[in-house]
């Protein structure tokens, strides 16, 4: 069965540190990885988007990886910001799939002062 | 341009009734597609529309439905409605169903079943 699970779930950082958010994956055969940001109340947002042949992408302060072997990926975020707060959702595509995506349950990011 | 709109976005209904949601996608674009997000379950794929046909289908029971007009515009149905089926029902529309055209999320119909 195609999975994608996320972790941590939940995480707490103060405003202008690092983090790191974990993605694995089992979809297969593998098309592209996206990650979303979702804010309360509103639809997800496209952060980045990697094909198999990619293994990083970045968006401003937003840098994901992707290890197709060991099929992972993880989002890195720099110098946090308070409007960083937020679910961030990985989700993965089939190839040939047309829009079968595999949704990860995503993380839970608050930044604080 | 404008990004993808949704009506209504909150809606309260009574267990058994029917109601139905609408999706504007961005103009141009003429894939949509639905999900079902909840706290428990994420985001679960519902079905996807392009030129007025489905393409895709999610593992959802027959009470919901959709449909899309010529203009692109997207309805989803969801008939006899259960208290599971509180959540944010979300809408996104892309260019095509082509391989790795962007998805454009709207900002959802919040549905509360009482």
């Known amino acids: 069965k195609n999975q994608v699970e996320q972790s941590p779930q939940s995480l707490i950082i103060l405003e202008g540190k690092n983090c790191t958010l974990q993605c694995n994956y089992t979809v297969s055969p593998f098309s592209n990885l996206r990650w979303y940001k979702q804010d309360t109340g509103r639809g997800p947002v496209s952060l980045t988007i990697?094909?198999?042949?990619?293994n990083t992408k970045s968006n401003g302060r937003y840098t994901a990886t992707l290890d197709a072997d060991t099929k992972q990926s993880s989002l890195h975020i720099t110098a946090s910001q308070l409007s960083d707060s937020a679910s961030y959702i990985c989700?993965?595509?089939?190839?040939?799939?047309?829009?079968?995506?595999?949704f990860g349950t995503g993380t839970q990011l608050k930044v604080e002062l | 341009k404008a990004g993808v709109t949704q009506t209504p976005r909150y809606l309260i209904k009574t267990r058994g009734q029917q109601v139905t949601l609408s999706c504007s996608p961005i103009?141009?674009?003429?894939?949509v597609s639905w999900y079902q997000q909840t706290p428990g379950q994420g985001l679960q794929f519902l079905f996807e529309y392009f030129s007025e046909t489905q393409r895709n289908k999610g593992n959802f029971p027959g009470r919901f439905s959709g449909r899309q007009f010529s203009n692109s515009r997207s309805e989803m149905n969801v008939s006899t409605l259960e208290l599971g089926d509180s959540a944010l029902y979300l809408c996104a529309s892309r260019l095509s169903t082509e391989g790795t055209y962007e998805q454009y999320f709207g900002p959802g119909t919040r549905l509360t079943v009482t």
């Open positions: 990697m094909t198999f042949s990619e």
């Open positions: 989700v993965v595509s089939f190839t040939g799939g047309g829009n079968k995506l595999t």
């Open positions: 103009s141009g674009h003429r894939s």
